[in-house]
């Protein structure tokens, strides 16, 4: 395999008196795909902090094409060739694509900024990734996988030799992933050694040449991906063989409407969608992505303007005009952008968790002490993993967050619960528990659920009806034995239904 581009030996990492990393020793090569792999909190983010600079090793070394190197912060990591895709976006909202792909290396032409090179350096980026925001636009307007690809195309652009992308494709659409993959390969052309931190498996199996896992902050194993099946990659993470990944679908009663959306729109994402969810079910929505089914639902709970629509629960009309107005509902929302729109995350776990439901522990003023309380109870039953209560939430690991966003959902004990992407960002392991969860609330807890997911297998394996939406507009209904890949795709795709 040649001459190592970059490893690292015996990488141990401590935040405070909390050891995250034991003697991790990992390498890429040039044209090399390495995977990582390993539960939430495992430590693959901070491990590849460590790599570029962001956060320094406790104990342990790092080369670079035989050389030792020492980055005191990213800056330093990227002169040297080794760019960071960060799993929470890092773009700065109020910019432009164009401003944010140069920032801090923007091109001068004399003793101005020579702002054509740099909208055409980036068109031509964004050419290449397939991808059509104008360089204009500013990040905050842009759609969470369109975000996505400006983050890869600003490391695209700086040529490096280490492309780190820390779950790069868990908010890209399946045509995104596919330009993505191919950009991946072209760069392994180009000799770029390429570090894949992914939940996703079959992504792991289809692009990576090796792969290591993680477990607890220990290596446990490193090998080429032929020799293993997507199972024992799964069992290796958790150090345990795995159950079915979903539980038996719920029986629901089917006469009690819990809430019924009739002809809602949102200008330019939601035409006149209607649908109703039954009482005690798991009401699946599919789509592809632009399809407006989470437009839908920020236009159901108040977070988009709509422009028609009325919303009936339990057979009453109730008005809706704002979030706080669901939550008064007992209509509970979990984004699929955490970091915007879930969670604070320079503020307190017990902040992030109290947030929606204040007036519970205030008495009047904030009750630090049953704030405590129901952080540990939602903690263990959310098993959220922090290096204590006293963090903020940017402490977390990327999938403990989201454990974070549902536990803060549940706090306002809603009635019916919305959860966009549920399991974006969470570990295989993790995933059989939320959909446990998912389960539990509608059998034992009396709530009805809708689910938003892009991981067509989760609908399927979850629910027990499937609005599919096409265009904006509510394509077809599904349930029973039509809950499959085909007659969901063939709506989701307009070859059926009314579009
Ligand atoms: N800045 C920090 N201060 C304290 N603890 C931290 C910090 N960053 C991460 N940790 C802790 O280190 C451990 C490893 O976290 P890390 O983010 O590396 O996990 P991960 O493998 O990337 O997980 P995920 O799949 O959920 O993203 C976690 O227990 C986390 O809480
Ligand atoms: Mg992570």
Redesign the pocket.
């Known amino acids: 395999m040649g001459e190592k581009l970059l490893s690292v030996e015996n990488i141990s990492k401590d935040?405070g008196p909390?050891r995250?990393l034991f003697g991790i020793d990992f390498a890429v090569y040039p044209g090399e795909v390495h995977a990582l792999i390993?539960e939430?909190?495992?430590?693959?983010?901070?491990l590849v902090k460590i790599i570029s600079g962001y956060h320094q090793q406790t104990e342990g070394n790092i080369y670079l094409e035989g050389e030792e190197v020492h980055f005191s912060d990213i800056a330093e990591g990227e002169d040297q060739g080794i760019v960071m895709i960060h799993?929470e976006l890092n773009l700065a909202p109020d910019l432009t694509v164009e401003e944010n792909i140069f920032l801090g290396q923007e091109k001068k032409k004399g003793w101005l900024l020579d702002k054509q090179q740099m909208i055409a350096d980036v068109k031509s980026i964004l050419k290449e990734l397939n991808c059509d925001v104008s360089p204009n636009q500013r990040i905050k307007g842009l759609s969470i996988s369109n975000q996505q690809m400006v983050e890869i195309a600003k490391a695209v652009r700086k040529e490096a030799k280490v492309i780190i992308m820390d779950e790069p494709t868990s908010s890209l659409t399946s045509e995104e992933v596919k330009v993505l993959f191919e950009l991946i390969r072209k760069l392994q052309e180009e000799n770029v050694g390429i570090i894949f931190i992914s939940?996703k498996l079959d992504e792991v199996k289809e692009i990576a040449d090796r792969v290591t896992i993680?477990r607890d902050g220990e290596h446990v194993r490193t090998g080429s991906v032929e020799n293993f099946s997507e199972d024992q990659m799964a069992n290796l993470m958790v150090g345990r063989e795995l159950k079915d990944m979903y539980p038996e679908k719920p029986v629901f009663e089917k006469e009690e409407v819990a809430l019924e959306v009739k002809n809602l729109s949102v200008p330019d994402y939601v035409e006149s969608a209607s649908f109703k969810l039954q009482k005690n079910e798991i009401l699946g929505f599919a789509g592809l992505v632009g399809a407006g089914r989470t437009e839908l639902m920020e236009g159901l709970v108040g977070l988009k303007k709509r422009t028609s629509g009325e919303i009936h629960k339990y057979g009453e009309k109730i008005e809706i005009n704002n979030y706080i107005d669901a939550v008064k509902n007992n209509i509970a929302y979990l984004s699929e952008d955490r970091k915007g729109k879930t969670l604070l995350t320079n503020k307190k776990l017990t902040i992030n968790l109290t947030l929606l439901a204040l007036e519970k522990f205030a008495k009047p003023f904030i009750d630090n002490e049953r704030e405590l309380e129901a952080y540990i109870g939602a903690a263990e039953k959310f098993e959220i993993?922090?290096?204590n209560y006293n963090?903020t939430a940017d402490?977390?690991?990327?999938?403990?967050q989201q454990k974070l966003g549902v536990a803060k959902l549940m706090e306002i004990e809603p009635e019916i619960i919305i959860f966009d992407e549920p399991t974006r960002?969470i570990?295989v392991g993790t995933k059989q528990q939320m959909y446990d969860f998912i389960k539990n609330l509608v059998t034992e807890e009396d709530k009805s659920c809708i689910v938003v997911s892009s991981e067509l297998q989760e609908i399927i394996g979850l629910c027990t009806r499937v609005v599919v939406m096409c265009n904006g507009r509510v394509a077809g209904i599904v349930s029973g034995e039509d809950i499959n890949e085909e007659t969901i795709m063939q709506y989701a795709t307009g070859l059926k239904g009314v579009i």
Do not use: I, M, R, Y
């Open positions: 935040f909390v995250v390993g939430n909190g495992a430590g693959k983010s901070t799993q939940h993680l993993q922090a290096p963090v402490k977390l690991s990327g999938g403990n960002g570990d």
